[in-house]
């Protein structure tokens, strides 16, 4: 019989739900395990649409994993910040700017903020081929765990979400899993992200924004419910309102790559971080995500053949001709959004993508 010891890892302490009235935007609830029956695609498949539609995320419960297994991952998703030596980081820092790999660490003070500030974030990334690259010595032993829950994200949450998306468009169901394969080449990863307590000056300089306003460039973002609050999406009114904590839930977003996809139908909300509420202030905020992108030789053309995108328009960045593949995506390092006059947003380009760059 085997083994079902696991290594040991020190338990993760999080911070309290924050208690301050808050202006939370209204996001819907999936019940993921209601698409087992015809009837629950049915219903969720709309569900899905109109929480795409009006506010590009929506939560997603009831997902396979329960609330021990969930504080696991965080527990593990520390080490990297808490166990692993500034040098050893250094070793396995990732090449971001170079590349477009966001493989191993992006370390604090990597990208500049305004004014001068500098970021207090740190990432380490690890493909869902965790084989990919080296790891530090403390995550070596935890790498079949992470690759358990890559694979549970993926085919459990991912896939599910896909299919319904598919449907949505009315399109064969398998028509976005076919080119989210979990053993294709791409860049699909597990994010570990913390976010560390800033200086008051820092605070002042920056307006309170930890990282600027972004789509992401990918197709899906999953991403584990965190206890800290800051994250905030811009509305279609444009306003920014905050995402509330659900225990054991995540929320899951829309990215760039979905928009070229649909011809501007699934459009990526834009999104940011800010300082915590104050009864948070002096915690870091630790956070587990799971970036989606197709399937690297996935030539970004919309879904011309879905009947909701001939029926509603198709609206493309670029002749097909010219469309990126999501691998040349991957390697663009050119921002395509930024605040202009008027307070609107722009977006240009068929192989530029968002990034962390793009201001708020």
């Known amino acids: 019989m085997p083994s079902l010891t696991v290594p040991y890892v020190p338990h993760y302490v999080a911070?309290?739900?924050?208690?301050?009235?808050?202006?939370?935007?209204?996001?819907?609830?999936?019940?993921?395990?209601?698409?087992?029956?015809e009837e629950g695609r049915t219903a969720l498949a709309i569900e899905v649409r109109e929480a795409l539609l009006n506010q590009g995320f929506f939560y997603v419960v009831n997902h396979g994993y329960s609330q021990d297994q969930t504080d696991r991952i965080f527990d593990i998703a520390d080490l990297p910040f808490s166990a692993v030596s500034d040098s050893e980081k250094q070793t396995y820092a990732g090449t971001m700017k170079q590349s477009g790999s966001y493989?191993?660490?992006?370390?604090?003070?990597?990208?500049?903020?305004?004014?001068?500030?500098?970021?207090?974030?740190?990432?380490?990334?690890i493909n869902r081929?965790?084989?990919?690259?080296?790891?530090?010595?403390?995550?070596?032993?935890?790498?079949?765990?992470?690759?358990?829950?890559?694979?549970?994200?993926h085919f459990n949450v991912l896939h599910p979400i896909l299919r319904l998306i598919a449907r949505s468009l009315e399109l064969p169901e398998d028509t976005l899993v076919n080119i989210h394969d979990y053993d294709a080449v791409g860049e699909t990863f597990v994010r570990f992200m913390k976010y560390y307590p800033r200086t008051e000056?820092?605070?002042?300089?920056?307006r309170n924004i930890w990282l600027k306003g972004h789509v992401d460039h990918g197709s899906i973002t999953i991403l584990w419910s965190q206890r800290v609050a800051g994250l905030q999406i811009l509305t279609r009114?444009?306003?920014?309102?905050?995402?509330?904590?659900?225990?054991?839930?995540?929320?899951?977003?829309?990215?760039?790559?979905?928009?070229?996809?649909?011809?501007?139908?699934?459009?990526?909300?834009?999104?940011?971080?800010?300082?915590?509420?104050e009864d948070q202030r002096n915690y870091p905020r630790l956070g587990v995500f799971y970036f989606v992108m197709p399937n690297d030789d996935v030539k970004l053309v919309p879904m011309a053949e879905s009947p909701v995108l001939q029926r509603v328009g198709i609206h493309r960045r670029c002749v097909d001709s010219e469309a990126p593949t999501m691998e040349i995506m991957?390697?663009?390092?050119?921002?395509?959004?930024?605040?202009?006059?008027?307070?609107?947003?722009?977006r240009e380009g068929c192989g530029t993508r968002s990034h962390q760059w793009g201001d708020s």
Do not use: M
């Not at 739900?17 to 087992?36: F, G, H, M, V």
């Not at 081929?129 to 690759?147: A, S």
């Open 103 to 125: 493989q191993g660490y992006k370390l604090r003070q990597y990208w500049h903020i305004d004014a001068g500030v500098h970021d207090q974030i740190e990432h380490y990334n």
């Open 129 to 153: 081929d965790v084989t990919k690259r080296g790891h530090p010595e403390t995550l070596r032993p935890l790498l079949p765990e992470i690759k358990e829950f890559s694979k549970h994200n």
């Open 330 to 346: 991957e390697e663009s390092e050119d921002i395509c959004l930024w605040p202009i006059e008027t307070g609107e947003w722009r």
């Open 15 to 37: 911070a309290p739900p924050s208690k301050e009235t808050l202006e939370y935007a209204d996001l819907a609830i999936i019940d993921i395990p209601k698409a087992d029956t």
């Open 201 to 206: 000056e820092e605070e002042t300089k920056t």
């Open 237 to 277: 009114e444009g306003k920014w309102h905050w995402v509330r904590h659900i225990k054991n839930a995540l929320v899951v977003n829309a990215g760039d790559a979905l928009d070229f996809l649909t011809g501007g139908y699934y459009k990526g909300t834009i999104h940011r971080v800010t300082k915590p509420p």
